[in-house]
């Protein structure tokens, strides 16, 4: 059974930095692209970065450009997500995602990795509460 565990998260201050890991059991993690998606209270899902198999193609959602880096380990099974320059609007759940790469040598777009719909497995979140 493939298991996410997201850790790292914590109130900071607006301005601060954090990072979140999320370490895969159960699977092959150097199989699976990775992302991370967040849901404030009442909003929809929003697609944070996202990163290919190998690790060197990375996507981000726009309101993330320039603050947050996703990369990846794929000896410790681990995706992590630098967030720096953290805003109020930041607070939310942070959840990671995995997708099974079923063609390896294919073209996958920032449209896959934005929609939720593709991943197959998910993470319970943990929570990034960013204060003034």
């Known amino acids: 059974q493939v298991q996410l565990v997201e850790s790292g998260g914590e109130s900071v201050q607006a301005g601060g930095s954090l990072k979140l890991a999320c370490t895969v059991s159960g699977g092959t993690f150097s199989n699976y692209h990775m992302a991370w998606f967040r849901r404030a209270p009442g909003a929809d899902r929003d697609f944070v970065a996202g990163i290919n198999y190998r690790g060197d193609t990375t996507f981000y959602g726009d309101s993330v450009k320039g603050r947050f880096t996703i990369t990846r380990d794929n000896t410790k099974n681990t995706v992590y997500l630098q967030m720096n320059a953290l805003k109020l609007e930041d607070t939310s759940v942070y959840s990671c995602?995995?997708?099974?790469?079923?063609?390896?040598?294919?073209?996958?777009?920032?449209?896959?990795?934005?929609?939720?719909?593709?991943?197959?497995?998910w993470g319970q979140g943990t929570q990034v509460t960013i204060s003034s």
């Open positions: 995602a995995a997708n099974i790469v079923m063609a390896p040598n294919a073209r996958y777009t920032a449209s896959y990795f934005r929609t939720p719909a593709m991943y197959d497995y």
